[in-house]
């Protein structure tokens, strides 16, 4: 079974940039689509982006379209988001998460295996 591990949280300026990695374990990370997903303090879980197992094909929620990009290496078992234009309401932690399902059906949020989350706090 895949285990995730998320790094590149931190401390970011309004405007600024990060990036985000999720290193999986296993030897079957292609088979799974891979999510991110965040929760900011004192509100629930919202889905933030997805790429599916086979295409490639991304998914994005609205607030972070344009500004965002998920993407997987499946050489080193890793999906990566890359965050620009950083702002304050992106202060979350974020998680990782894994399943063997169609990209479309991350969104819904009921995966499979999840990560541990990695703190961002975006300063104004």
């Known amino acids: 079974q895949v285990q995730l591990v998320e790094s590149g949280g931190g401390l970011v300026q309004t405007g600024g940039s990060l990036r985000l990695s999720c290193a999986a374990s296993?030897?079957?990370?292609?088979?799974?689509?891979m999510g991110w997903f965040r929760q900011a303090p004192g509100k629930e879980r919202e889905f933030v982006a997805a790429?599916?197992?086979?295409?490639?094909?991304?998914y994005y929620a609205d607030p972070v379209k344009g500004r965002f990009t998920i993407s997987r290496d499946n050489a080193k078992n890793t999906v990566y988001l890359q965050m620009n234009s950083l702002k304050p309401e992106d202060t979350a932690v974020y998680y990782c998460?894994?399943?063997?399902?169609?990209?479309?059906?991350?969104?819904?949020?009921?995966?499979?295996?999840w990560g541990q989350g990695t703190l961002v706090t975006v300063s104004s």
């Open positions: 790429i599916s197992r086979t295409t490639g094909t991304t």
């Open positions: 296993g030897r079957t990370f292609s088979t799974y689509s």
């Open positions: 998460a894994a399943d063997q399902i169609p990209g479309f059906q991350v969104a819904r949020g009921n995966l499979e295996i």
